[in-house]
């Protein structure tokens, strides 16, 4: 199967990919603003012969959800609704911390590191859906 993770935001949305294998979660890009950002997504998705969308779920830690997490439920609907593929969620939360730590060593600057950030996170959240898939 072929997985596209995404980290959804107002401003920007991250996205990541997998191999076939679901061994390697790669960061692909990173989508600005919402203007054409389920165009977009519906190009990747048939260019990258995408079986499956995870969706980062935003939880509170209290594992409750916020405005956001329904946000993000209301774009799954929209998602689904276009695609006409499965959409799962994952827990997304610390995936932007995670996301800062890899970049970290790289040194970029403040604009490199936002320009890139989502799309490491979206392929944190991929990563811990397969390895939570795989148990």
Do not use: W
């Amino acid at each position: 199967m072929r997985y596209l993770a995404i980290d959804y935001g107002a401003k920007r949305t991250g996205l990541a990919i997998c191999d076939r294998d679901e061994t390697i979660a790669s960061p692909l890009a990173v989508i600005q603003g919402q203007k054409h950002l389920l165009q977009e997504i519906a190009d990747i998705v048939a260019a990258q012969g995408v079986d499956v969308i995870v969706l980062g779920l935003p939880l509170n830690m209290d594992d409750s959800e916020g405005p956001q997490a329904k946000l993000v439920r209301g774009f799954a609907a929209r998602l689904t609704g276009r695609l006409g593929i499965p959409v799962h969620f994952q827990d997304e939360r610390l995936s932007s911390f995670a996301a800062r730590e890899k970049l970290a060593p790289a040194e970029l600057t403040r604009k490199n590191t936002a320009k890139r950030l989502d799309a490491v996170a979206a392929a944190q959240i991929l990563e811990a859906f397969l390895e939570r898939k795989r148990h």
